[in-house]
């Protein structure tokens, strides 16, 4: 359940249809809603309420979703930021994680998905976090869209790898387990330490440092 403790939303949406049902639903949640139907006039909301959080989404009228953030990014950091989209293009993915702080989701969106992604940005916003974190030089991860960026690229990790990360970040500077990463990277499987290894193999061949250590009989950690 999402605790808003009176944080303000503005939801950006040009489609009239699709942006009275979210902020019908959103109304669940939040106390302060402002409601804008292109980037102009999501600029003049966000100037007068200061918004904590906000929703855009990409294509519309005047100034496009990235164009508005991108504003909103050169003094403003904080604010957490949810894409919506009906592309899942490279293009837009990049953008979207170079301006930080941003959850991309692809329409359809489920009502499920929203509140994830809202919960997420209260939390960050709460403790003053990001879903991005840095890896390595050039080399950060996204928590929350499971994307791994390296010098501006893309990179495709298998399932197994992203699963490993995550848990991996989730508990930085502390060896996690071998019984730990099998129960939830392995889930119902059994992982033998072959396939382990080969998995950490594969996860550090993305990496330019050393931040994955083994401790023999213990298991492995990433420093970051």
């Known amino acids: 359940m999402i605790e808003n403790n009176k944080l303000k939303l503005l939801y950006v949406e040009d489609d009239e249809i699709t942006r009275e049902n979210a902020v019908e639903f959103l109304e669940d949640y939040f106390e302060f809603i402002y409601e804008a139907k292109d ?5 003049a909301l966000y100037k007068q309420y200061s918004p904590d959080i906000i ?10 979703g990235l164009e508005f953030v991108k504003q909103l990014r050169q003094n403003d950091k904080k604010t957490q930021i949810i894409i919506t989209t009906a592309y899942s293009t490279k293009e837009y993915l990049l ?17 499920e998905e929203l509140v994830e992604a809202i919960t997420l940005c209260i939390d960050s916003f709460k403790h003053n976090s990001s879903n991005i974190v840095d890896i390595c030089e050039n080399i950060s991860f996204d928590i929350f869209n499971k994307t791994l960026q390296k010098n501006n690229e893309i990179v495709k990790l298998r399932a197994k790898e992203i699963l ?5 970040i989730k508990n930085q500077n ?3 387990t071998y019984q730990e990463i099998e129960n939830y990277v392995w889930a119902e499987d059994i992982m033998s330490k072959d396939a382990l290894k080969t998995l950490v193999k594969r996860l550090k061949s993305h ?3 050393n931040c994955i250590s083994n401790l023999s009989g213990v298991g492995y950690k990433l420093d970051v």
Not at 39 to 43: F, H, I, Q, S
Not at 100 to 106: A, D, F, R
């Open 207 to 209: 990496f330019c440092c």
């Open 55 to 64: 929703i855009t989404d990409i294509q519309m009228p005047k100034i496009n």
């Open 174 to 176: 502390r060896y996690v």
């Open 164 to 168: 490993l990360l995550e848990l991996l």
């Open 39 to 43: 980037g102009l006039e999501a600029l």
């Open 95 to 111: 953008k979207a994680v170079e301006l930080q702080l941003i959850k991309y989701l692809i329409k359809p969106i489920k009502q």
